[in-house]
C-alpha cells in the first residue's frame, strides 16, 4: 500500500527556472495539501484541496500554483523558482469527512533547492 | 501571528524516565489536536490526537492532555524509549469555509539517551 507518493525526492533548480511537485494516493482520500518544511518554522501550508476541482491558499502561497489533476492527484508549480522557495515540500491526504480528526497522511518529502 | 507554538526546540530525556513535549494554542474554535512525529528523511506520521471536548486521551505510552482554559496541551511518553528520538509536531485542526486544514507547530526535537 503506497499511501501518499512524491516525485521528485531532490531536485536543484537555478533561480528564475520552474519546475512541477507530483503528488499521488491512493488511499481514496477527498482532501489534499502541500505544506513546506523551513528549520524553525514547522510546516507551513501552501495551498490545500478539499474535493476535486477545489483549490484554495494556504498560509505561504505565494510563487506557487497547484491543480487538482484528479481525485488521486495534486501538483504543486514554481513558475519562476527564487532562492526562498528552497525548502522541504510535503504533500498530504485526508478523507476530510465532517467530524474526526482529519488525520494526514504525508508523503516521504521533496527536498528543493534553489541556486 | 502563530496559533500554534511550541516554545522548546529541543528536549533530552533518560531512556526510561517520561518525556513532556509542551504546545500552545491562542484560537478557541480549534476542535481536534493532533501530534506527529517525524524522522529525518521521512514524512510526519501521525501519533495520537485528542478531540476539544475531551481532557486526555491514552494510546499505549503515549497520553496527550488537554487544558481548554489555559489553551495548552501536552504529549507524556512514558517510559521512553531510544527509538522515541525524532522531532515531534503538536497541530490543530481548523474547519472553516466547508474544509479542514492543519495548523502545525515549529516542533520540538526529542532525544533519548540509552
Known amino acids: 500500500n503506497a499511501g501518499v507518493t512524491q516525485t521528485p525526492k531532490f531536485q536543484v533548480l537555478k533561480t528564475g527556472q520552474s519546475m512541477t511537485l507530483q503528488c499521488a494516493q491512493d488511499?481514496?482520500?477527498?482532501?489534499m495539501y502541500w505544506y513546506r518544511q523551513d528549520p524553525g518554522m514547522g510546516l507551513r501550508l501552501i495551498y490545500y484541496?478539499?474535493?476535486?476541482?477545489?483549490?484554495d491558499k494556504g498560509e505561504v502561497p505565494n510563487g506557487y500554483n497547484v491543480s487538482r489533476l484528479n481525485k488521486r492527484e495534486f501538483s504543486l508549480r514554481l513558475e519562476s523558482a527564487a532562492p526562498s522557495q528552497t525548502s522541504v515540500y510535503f504533500c498530504?491526504?485526508?478523507?476530510?469527512?465532517?467530524?474526526?480528526?482529519?488525520?494526514?497522511?504525508f508523503g516521504a518529502g521533496s527536498r528543493l533547492t534553489v541556486l | 501571528d502563530q496559533q500554534v507554538k511550541q516554545n522548546s526546540p529541543s528536549l533530552s530525556v533518560q531512556e526510561g524516565r517520561i518525556s513532556i513535549l509542551n504546545c500552545d494554542y491562542t484560537?478557541?474554535?480549534?476542535?481536534?489536536f493532533l501530534w506527529y512525529k517525524k524522522y529525518p528523511a521521512e514524512g510526519p506520521t501521525f501519533l495520537i490526537s485528542?478531540?476539544?471536548?475531551?481532557d486526555k486521551n491514552e494510546d499505549g505510552r503515549f497520553t496527550v492532555f488537554l487544558n481548554k482554559s489555559a489553551k495548552h496541551l501536552s504529549l507524556h511518553i512514558v517510559p521512553s524509549q531510544p527509538g522515541d528520538s525524532a522531532v515531534y509536531f503538536c497541530?490543530?485542526?481548523?474547519?472553516?469555509?466547508?474544509?479542514?486544514?492543519?495548523?502545525f507547530g515549529s516542533g520540538t526535537r526529542l532525544l533519548v539517551r540509552p
Open positions: 484560537n478557541s474554535m480549534f476542535d481536534y
Open positions: 485528542i478531540s476539544s471536548i475531551k
Open positions: 498530504a491526504s485526508s478523507p476530510g469527512e465532517i467530524g474526526g480528526a482529519n488525520v494526514l497522511t
Open positions: 484541496s478539499a474535493s476535486e476541482g477545489t483549490t
Open positions: 488511499m481514496n482520500h477527498n482532501s
Open positions: 497541530a490543530a485542526s481548523e474547519f472553516m469555509d466547508s474544509s479542514y486544514k492543519l495548523i
